[in-house]
């Protein structure tokens, strides 16, 4: 097998700095540079290292809080490209009830991106969400996809959407007014191994894994279901997003221009229960709480835009990604029940 290809035209002796690698989706951003042989890549999270989701072998890894200035200068010193992942997000539970807390993280691009252009960085990638998007287009579980022009008018999803747009939009004038190299994508549900499945910040295909194991292990019979069950979204497995993120920060064409980055393939959350069943061998009794937080109706990402400039999508069916999903979850559930402390038993 050849060299992991990336669509890099960095040195891979130039600092990547890549914020938010505590979590899920930059933890697994790092581990990707890292194997095509970046050998400068600055992993940085307010997380103490003991609770990072991946520590990536040979990478420089930084415990700071980027909401502050002056950290987000010495996270930038030296850097060539930026990568911002870091936000205090979760799933439909956390977004739904913490709006201050998202809308905080304004402060992290605010700072960050200022400290990327006076550091002299040349490309600077901001994660933004479908919850950019006008919510008055998802109130049907079989709305059309959403395509890039759908946030304006802008009607986002409150908190965490309109913190994402504003950031968005900061990314555009660094670009229009100073000339930086900026990059915009709207992750669509990202889910796989090492991500959340616990604590409450969890998201949807994780947290039905996670409660078909607890219904085996415990032999129960039913499964608690946030909603009616038929609301729709979209699921984008961590390998597909990761190699995303490269080609959109490589790709000029892309400057200063939010592009979807998810999957097409359209699932209801009831079918999404359905796989889950399947993979672990059961088949449960579902409740229905109609009273939980489930977010919008219907979201699907219109691949149009990707496929015309990149030539590629994500493309990893999602019976497939859940297949590796379930067995990591179901690891870190054996592992807890040994007594083996997990990275989300600190949540
Ligand atoms: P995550 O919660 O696993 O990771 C985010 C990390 O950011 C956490 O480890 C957290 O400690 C860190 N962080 C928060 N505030 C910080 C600060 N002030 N300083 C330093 N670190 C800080 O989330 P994720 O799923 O990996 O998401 C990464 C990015 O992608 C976020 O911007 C998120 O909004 C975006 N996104 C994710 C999804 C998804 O489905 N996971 C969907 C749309 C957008």
């Given at each position: 097998?050849?060299?992991?290809?990336?669509?890099?035209?960095?040195?891979?002796?130039?600092?990547?700095?890549?914020?938010?690698?505590?979590?899920?989706?930059?933890?697994?951003?790092?581990?990707?540079?890292?194997?095509?042989?970046?050998?400068?890549?600055?992993?940085?999270?307010?997380?103490?290292?003991?609770?990072?989701?991946?520590?990536?072998?040979?990478?420089?890894?930084?415990?700071?809080d980027v909401s502050e200035e002056a950290n987000c200068r010495r996270v930038c010193e030296g850097a060539v490209e930026v990568y911002n992942l870091a936000a205090d997000m979760g799933g439909m539970g956390f977004i739904e009830r913490f709006?201050?807390?998202?809308?905080?993280?304004?402060?992290?691009?605010?700072?960050?991106?200022?400290?990327?252009?006076?550091?002299?960085?040349?490309?600077?990638?901001?994660?933004?969400?479908?919850?950019?998007?006008?919510?008055?287009?998802?109130?049907?579980?079989?709305?059309?996809?959403?395509?890039?022009?759908?946030?304006?008018?802008?009607?986002?999803?409150?908190?965490?959407?309109?913190?994402?747009?504003?950031?968005?939009?900061?990314?555009?004038?660094?670009?229009?007014?100073?000339?930086?190299?900026?990059?915009?994508?709207?992750?669509?549900?990202?889910?796989?191994?090492?991500?959340?499945?616990?604590?409450?910040?969890?998201?949807?295909?994780?947290?039905?894994?996670?409660?078909?194991?607890?219904?085996?292990?415990?032999?129960?019979?039913?499964?608690?279901?946030?909603?009616?069950?038929?609301?729709?979204?979209?699921f984008m497995y961590i390998d597909d997003c990761t190699e995303g993120i490269d080609r959109i920060m490589h790709c000029d064409e892309l400057i200063a221009t939010p592009i979807n980055l998810g999957s097409s393939e359209l699932i209801a959350i009831n079918d999404l229960v359905t796989l889950a069943?399947?993979?672990?061998?059961?088949?449960?009794?579902?409740?229905?709480?109609?009273?939980?937080?489930?977010?919008?109706?219907?979201?699907?990402?219109?691949?149009?835009?990707?496929?015309?400039?990149?030539?590629?999508?994500?493309?990893?069916?999602?019976?497939?990604?859940?297949?590796?999903?379930?067995?990591?979850?179901?690891?870190?559930?054996?592992?807890?029940?040994?007594?083996?402390?997990?990275?989300?038993?600190?949540?």
């Amino acid at each position: 097998m050849g060299p992991l290809k990336t669509f890099s035209d960095c040195s891979k002796n130039d600092l990547i700095v890549i914020t938010g690698a505590g979590g899920f989706i930059a933890g697994a951003l790092a581990r990707y540079f890292h194997d095509r042989g970046f050998t400068r890549i600055r992993a940085v999270d307010k997380k103490p290292l003991p609770d990072w989701y991946q520590v990536v072998p040979r990478v420089e890894s930084l415990c700071l809080d980027v909401s502050e200035e002056a950290n987000c200068r010495r996270v930038c010193e030296g850097a060539v490209e930026v990568y911002n992942l870091a936000a205090d997000m979760g799933g439909m539970g956390f977004i739904e009830r913490f709006r201050i807390q998202c809308l905080r993280s304004i402060l992290i691009n605010t700072h960050l991106i200022e400290a990327a252009y006076r550091a002299g960085a040349r490309r600077y990638f901001f994660s933004s969400s479908a919850c950019a998007y006008n919510t008055e287009l998802q109130k049907d579980p079989n709305c059309r996809a959403l395509r890039e022009t759908d946030a304006y008018p802008a009607m986002a999803e409150r908190g965490y959407g309109w913190e994402k747009l504003m950031s968005e939009m900061f990314c555009q004038e660094y670009w229009a007014e100073r000339g930086m190299k900026t990059f915009i994508a709207r992750f669509h549900n990202v889910y796989g191994p090492h991500g959340t499945w616990d604590g409450g910040r969890e998201k949807a295909p994780a947290a039905i894994c996670r409660k078909v194991i607890e219904a085996k292990d415990r032999g129960a019979g039913d499964i608690d279901i946030w909603g009616t069950g038929k609301q729709t979204r979209s699921f984008m497995y961590i390998d597909d997003c990761t190699e995303g993120i490269d080609r959109i920060m490589h790709c000029d064409e892309l400057i200063a221009t939010p592009i979807n980055l998810g999957s097409s393939e359209l699932i209801a959350i009831n079918d999404l229960v359905t796989l889950a069943e399947e993979i672990g061998g059961v088949k449960l009794r579902r409740a229905y709480d109609l009273n939980a937080p489930q977010g919008v109706v219907g979201r699907n990402s219109d691949n149009t835009m990707i496929k015309k400039i990149l030539g590629w999508e994500p493309t990893t069916p999602f019976r497939k990604g859940l297949v590796q999903t379930y067995a990591w979850i179901a690891q870190q559930y054996e592992d807890r029940k040994a007594g083996h402390r997990t990275v989300h038993d600190t949540m």
